[in-house]
């Protein structure tokens, strides 16, 4: 890869990071460096000189206020990030519950106060319902569940996906680089088994958009115990949800194996800006 193409890279890639504005360390430029092949660090660094920097940080021309603003939401995020360490050593009591993650805005340590914490979760197969119901039951009790018409959400838990195992490959329809962003920052803060491993491999896509964010993986054979057919439970608890929310339904992903309850799907927004902002650094 040519230097220019490898600046060219560096640029988009500050680009991307710039709409939530984030600065990035050198590593971090690595790691989420978009381009089509596999970039050394020492190959990115040699480029760096020429880019604007301040304590270690990266940005766009101009553009280097963004560095006090990391500085002050990371030290929010590190008040949030307590917050979900407690209630998820709480939540993964639930045997059906496999992985919660952090994803957002908190999962890059880039949140601020009035945030609410946006969650991610891998369940056992064919039980997505009732455990979603056990988690809700278990954040309303506790005051921490983010409903969807809340205008106050500051430190509240948005479920925002839930996975059943069998359907943790993102669809064809969905990978793009958003989607890739969110899966490689989505942070762990509770596995169960292997669940997270397997996440990753199966979404090795991601090397598609961001060659350097995981490293070459073996095809994962997926294995699920599909069990017996659904209990009597879990069809009660998806009917009880689902007369519940349907009258709120607008973008959201409802189905026996995905649960999105995204308030707002950003995908397209974010996409949109990045492509306008690419279009005219090319011009320049």
């Not at 997926?222 to 998806?238: C, V």
């Amino acid at each position: 890869m040519g230097s220019n193409s490898i600046a060219d890279s560096i640029y988009k890639t500050l680009i991307y990071a710039d709409i939530f504005d984030y600065p990035l360390t050198k590593e971090e430029i690595w790691r989420f460096f978009i381009c089509e092949k596999p970039v050394s660090q020492k190959q990115i660094e040699n480029m760096l000189v020429s880019f604007d920097s301040k304590h270690g940080y990266f940005y766009l021309k101009k553009r280097g206020h963004i560095v006090v603003q990391r500085k002050i939401k990371e030290r929010e995020s590190q008040k949030k990030l307590q917050i979900v360490k407690r209630i998820s050593s709480l939540l993964s009591i639930i045997p059906s519950v496999y992985l919660i993650g952090i994803s957002g805005n908190l999962s890059m340590n880039n949140a601020e106060k009035k945030d609410d914490i946006d969650i991610f979760i891998i369940t056992k197969s064919g039980v997505l319902w009732s455990t979603r119901l056990l988690i809700i039951l278990f954040l309303r009790i506790i005051g921490k569940h983010r409903k969807k018409l809340d205008k106050h959400v500051e430190n509240k838990i948005c479920i925002n996906m839930l996975i059943d195992e069998k359907a943790i490959i993102i669809p064809f329809s969905r990978r793009n680089l958003y989607t890739a962003h969110e899966v490689i920052q989505m942070k762990p803060i509770f596995v169960r088994g292997d669940s997270y491993k397997r996440f990753i491999a199966v979404n090795s896509w991601v090397r598609k958009f961001l060659p350097n964010s995981i490293e070459k993986v073996m095809n994962y054979e997926l294995k699920i115990n599909e069990g017996h057919k659904k209990s009597l439970i879990e069809f009660l608890a998806k009917k009880v949800q689902f007369w519940y929310m349907k009258k709120n339904i607008t973008s959201e992903i409802v189905s026996d194996t995905i649960l999105a309850f995204h308030p707002r799907d950003y995908t397209d927004i974010v996409l949109k800006k990045y492509n306008e902002k690419v279009k005219q650094y090319e011009k320049v």
